[in-house]
């Protein structure tokens, strides 16, 4: 599965488009690194606990996007971006949106 | 016995920040070197031909201030304006990003369609810090060796003065986007 996130993918042709292809993943923070974030937060700094989380939640969104578009018969997506927003306080949602083509 | 806390709290934030900063600014440094030679532009089209390999290339890092940092800012908010302690925060987190995305595929040539995006998971309100994620994604192009990769196009990090409107990959005002302080 290739991934870009501009409309074409260099050095291949575009033989057919499957339309949108989209994966999203809510996640919550827990508690244990709630906890140690808050002492992080004082002296501030890199926050790696939430950093490994949402990357963790990104690699999902993606996967489940690229899942999609196997399931379409395709084998690239194009035009990909990346979207977060907090649903609730301590989540937070990750979505991965895209166009499902065969090159 | 409340006091004290607050002043310990203080002089914490203001002495491991600092260092832990200024740690971070040379680590950046020396990173940022290894890639001085890739372009990394917001273009869509790539400035070569012959491409062999094209990736989404991804980074991302989840950077929070210092108590300190943050008291300054609360009074700040009383008379408004810019948000000076706030800048190096997000000036890190989007060079540490930048440089995550690219250390995702170092064997990239260049770096096209770059984009950065801002989300604040705490917004420093109240009780709570301010604590912001930044992500940068852009698609790694990897030429076919002995192909001509033009090297005129090296609009890098750090070449921002020749570098058309459109390709300004270095957000110039850190702190504008993603934080409601």
Known sequence: ?103 | MELVIFIVLLLLGFIVGKSKERRHYRSIGIREEAFLDKPTITARVPSGENISHAALAIGSVVVSIDYFKRFLSSWRMIFGGELKSYSPLLDRGKREALLRMKESVPRADEYINCRMETSTISSGKGKAMGTVEVIAYSTAITYAKGSTHPDQATEDLHAESEEPPEENIRTEAPGTAGLDG
Do not use: W
């Not at chain 1, 969104?61 to 971006?81: D, F, H, K, P, S």
């Open chain 1, 1 to 103: 599965m290739i991934l870009t996130n501009i409309e074409t993918i260099p050095g291949k042709k575009v033989q057919e488009h499957y339309g949108l292809v989209q994966g999203s993943t809510i996640r919550a923070k827990h508690f244990g690194r709630d906890l140690m974030a808050g002492f992080k937060n004082i002296v501030g700094g890199e926050l790696k606990g939430y950093t490994e989380l949402l990357q963790e939640s990104r690699n999902q969104a993606l996967e489940r996007m690229c899942q999609q578009a196997e399931e379409l018969g395709a084998n690239a997506v194009i035009n990909v971006r990346l979207a977060t927003s907090s649903v609730a306080a301590g989540a937070a949602e990750i979505l991965a949106y895209g166009t499902a083509v065969r090159v």
